[in-house]
């Protein structure tokens, strides 16, 4: 997998924080603009959040206020920093590399269709988020 997904894989309280990572490897040839998506069982893939190579940030309305996407450019690594964490927060996080995707979020009103991220140049492969009591 082009990119690497980190941070995830623990159960977390409602209210609680988490911070996730995705790292770039050798293989991603462009790591502009970067976007976390998430997928719970049954449920479609939707865009969280995304950051352009400028540090420009864009929420879906359902995280705003409570998600904070960062990157540091030196290190190929962008992350999502999550607090107030709450059930429905509880999915598979995957990262996405595209120079398309902090437009596209911004065009489609955060509601990206299968037929343009399923085109998307990199992902990785998941990191598991649990907010349990």
């Known amino acids: 997998w082009p990119l690497v997904e980190s941070g995830g894989g623990l159960v977390v309280q409602p209210g609680g924080s988490l911070r996730l990572s995705c790292s770039a490897s050798?293989?991603?040839?462009?790591?502009?603009?970067v976007a976390w998506f998430r997928q719970a069982p049954g449920k479609a893939r939707e865009v969280v959040a995304c950051?352009?190579?400028?540090?420009?940030?864009s929420y879906r309305d359902a995280v705003k206020g409570r998600f904070a996407v960062s990157r540091d450019n030196a290190e190929q690594t962008v992350y999502l920093q999550m607090n107030s964490l709450k059930f429905e927060d509880t999915a598979e996080y995957y990262c996405a590399a595209d120079r398309a995707i902090c437009e596209d979020l911004d065009h489609f009103n955060a509601d990206i269709p299968a037929s343009r991220w399923s085109l998307y140049a990199y992902w990785g492969k998941g990191t598991q988020v649990t907010v349990s009591s």
């Open positions: 950051v352009t190579s400028d540090g420009r940030d």
């Open positions: 050798e293989f991603t040839k462009d790591f502009n603009a």
